[in-house]
């Protein structure tokens, strides 16, 4: 693909970094499939299986602040490609895990890898195309977290069953391997390329850390997305074992409906809220904030109804629409934190972004979750995650409020 064709270039880089994003959230995602698996192999308590998703949080977020600073000094193209290696080794060696600390080592791995992709790309994506396209391109990157992690849930519950745990994991983890060669060589666009030029002193102003906490949109928008965080980490780790264990669904078809519910709701939610957010930022500074406030305060009823319901039907229709309504909010709060920042410290950005929204969101969420299902149950311990839903609105409109006073500023 040629470079000096920017539109076709950039709907390249989009489509090969939607790819290795896929393969993001299936190697993230793939080990909630396989819990009871592992759970039976390791006799594990439910607090200890909870701490696999949070020990890879953990290490994702730890990680993330020093990759920002060296993705706004060095390469991302080359950053990402040597992330996605590691991960995806780090993955393929979880299937020879002989042991639960062996195990737990190699998703510390998978943290690592992964956070020196996240923090880069979507800055990097952002530099591929104009300002007013943004909301829908950042959609698009990240259909990857619905699809990926139904992928991940789909993949692990049929390779699970049918070969083991273990092969799942050596299975997923080879692709990435092979991605990694074009994302090294792919091109990369000059930092802000598609900004207005601002002078030298406010790009200096702005181009370390701790710029970042005296930017209120920034901060407001990074506390509604660890609600959300907080929210969908929980849901996605421990819905497939409520499935399986509440309303007893053998372990393919937990994962096989729950990767059909979050990739059809993540994808029609993904998109409508790239789209309505572009539609709504183009009339008002606090379009995306909107669209991701309001739906966050009506899927909040939908997972409480998805979760006390006695039916499996009902429970996986209303799951259904509670996702939509997460997943509206993807595209416009990741093109809020491109918006408000500038393209010197984007990596670092995110990286920070990372760091807020996994360490007071799913780092602690699984763990927690697993921990109140030992002393309360299942159901009654995910009945905490809605609760994120009402605050993630309440920063969404709070941050809306911060946008239209600085813009009423200017």
């Avoid at 190697?27 to 390791?42: H, M, S």
């Avoid at 002078?199 to 701790?210: K, L, V």
Wanted: net charge neutral; hydrophobic share 50%.
């Amino acid at each position: 693909m040629n470079p000096s064709s920017p539109s076709k270039y950039g709907y390249y880089a989009l489509s090969l970094l939607l790819a290795v994003n896929l393969l993001n959230y299936v190697d993230r995602q793939i080990i909630y499939a396989v819990f009871p698996l592992i759970k039976d192999d390791f006799a594990l308590t439910d607090t200890s299986l909870g701490f696999l998703g949070s020990a890879f949080m953990v290490c994702y977020m730890l990680s993330a602040p020093a990759l920002g600073w060296l993705g706004d000094r060095t390469s991302r193209v080359k950053l990402a490609s040597a992330g996605l290696a590691v991960w995806s080794v780090a993955t393929s060696l979880s299937g020879l895990a002989a042991s639960y600390r062996s195990l737990l080592l190699a998703r510390i791995s998978v943290g690592i890898g992964e956070a020196s992709f996240g923090t880069v790309s979507p800055g990097l994506l952002s530099d591929y195309f104009p300002k007013e396209k943004r909301g829908r391109i950042i959609s698009y990157f990240y259909l990857a977290i619905p699809v990926g992690s139904a992928l991940g849930y789909l993949l692990g519950g049929i390779l699970g069953e049918k070969f083991g745990w273990q092969a799942a994991f050596l299975i997923v983890g080879l692709p990435g391997v092979l991605l990694a060669i074009p994302v090294w060589l792919l091109h990369e666009p000059e930092r802000g390329a598609t900004e207005e030029k601002v002078p030298a002193s406010a790009i200096t102003r702005q181009t370390d850390y701790m710029s970042l906490f005296y930017n209120r949109p920034y901060i407001i928008n990074t506390l509604a997305m660890t609600a959300m965080t907080f929210a969908m980490g929980g849901l996605a780790q421990w819905v497939p074992t409520f499935l399986y264990r509440i309303h007893k669904l053998d372990l393919t078809a937990a994962n096989t409906y729950f990767g059909s519910i979050t990739v059809l709701a993540g994808i029609t939610g993904t998109l409508v809220g790239g789209w309505l957010g572009d539609y709504l930022q183009g009339k008002m500074n606090r379009g995306y904030l909107l669209v991701s406030g309001w739906g966050f305060v009506i899927g909040a009823p939908l997972a409480v109804y998805a979760l006390i319901t006695p039916s499996v039907t009902t429970c996986l229709v209303a799951m259904f629409f509670a996702e939509f309504f997460l997943f509206l909010n993807t595209g416009p709060l990741n093109t809020v934190i491109i918006n408000v920042t500038a393209p010197a410290v984007r990596a670092r950005a995110f990286a920070v972004n990372i760091f807020i929204i996994h360490a007071l969101g799913d780092a602690i969420s699984p763990a927690l979750l697993g921990w109140l299902s030992d002393l309360w149950g299942l159901r009654n311990a995910l009945l905490i995650t809605p609760i994120a839903f009402v605050v993630a609105s309440f920063f969404c409109f709070l941050c809306g409020r911060f946008m239209e006073e600085d813009a009423g500023q200017r």
